[in-house]
């Protein structure tokens, strides 16, 4: 199985600064590398996939960059809703795998 | 525009069958990619299988001795069935889409339905 490793575990930031969460693969994915949003109680939202492509709906705050092994999710300006837990996840192949999460949480 | 809805009992007893059932409306089944995605309690997300619409299947080897996802397109819905479960198996279950277009990813969940293992 491909390996996702996240970095950091958790983070504490404040509204309006520039957060940057970083996804590690265990060997080179190309750019099958998506990236999801979860809120307490609620299900993932798909915020990026294919490594830097914006879902429909999604602010532009938030970006994604990297290919091969080495990926990161910026949001480029902190909003009070983007308190939440992010995976990353690859899909170029199974068994799908995820990484273990980054909580982004208020400063 | 689509939607799923996870149904299914939310307790069940070790060594029985899990089964849920993923009902999608205002869409098609086909042409997608359908998974289960699971969740145990504080812990990271664990993707269980899809079935593509035609009926292919693809599991994951941790859980493939014991699960099978199924679809039934007359109806619009995609089941799963996991065996002989014990408490390792507690966890909310998502099911979700997954688009070939966007690499895969899984645009589209259900809400979630929270399953116990206890006797």
């Known amino acids: 199985d491909i390996q996702m490793t996240q970095s950091p575990s958790s983070l504490s930031a404040s509204v309006g600064d520039r957060v940057t969460i970083t996804c590690r693969a265990s060997q080179s994915i190309t750019s099958y590398l998506n990236w999801y949003q979860q809120k307490r109680g609620k299900a993932p939202k798909l915020l990026i996939y294919?490594?830097?492509s914006l879902q429909s709906g999604v602010p532009s705050r938030f970006s994604g960059s990297g290919s091969g092994t080495d990926f990161t999710l910026t949001i480029s300006s902190l909003q009070p809703e983007d308190f939440a837990t992010y995976y990353c996840?690859?899909?170029?192949?199974?068994?799908?795998?995820f990484g273990q999460g980054t909580k982004v949480e208020i400063k | 525009q689509v939607q799923l809805q996870e149904s299914g009992p939310g307790l069940v007893k070790p060594s029985e069958n899990l089964s849920l059932t993923c009902t999608v409306s205002g869409g098609s089944i086909s042409s997608y990619y359908w998974s289960w995605i699971r969740q145990p309690p504080g812990k990271g997300l664990e993707w269980i299988g899809y079935i593509y619409y035609t009926g292919s299947t693809n599991y994951n080897p941790s859980l493939k001795s014991r699960v099978s996802i199924s679809v039934d397109t007359s109806k619009n819905q995609f089941s799963v069935k996991l065996s002989s479960v014990t408490a390792a198996d507690t966890a909310v279950y998502y099911c979700?889409?997954?688009?070939?277009?966007?690499?895969?990813?899984?645009?589209?969940w259900g809400q979630g339905t929270t399953v116990t293992v206890s006797s």
């Open positions: 996840q690859q899909t170029y192949t199974t068994p799908w795998t």
């Open positions: 979700a889409r997954g688009d070939s277009g966007y690499y895969y990813g899984m645009d589209v």
């Open positions: 294919a490594a830097s």
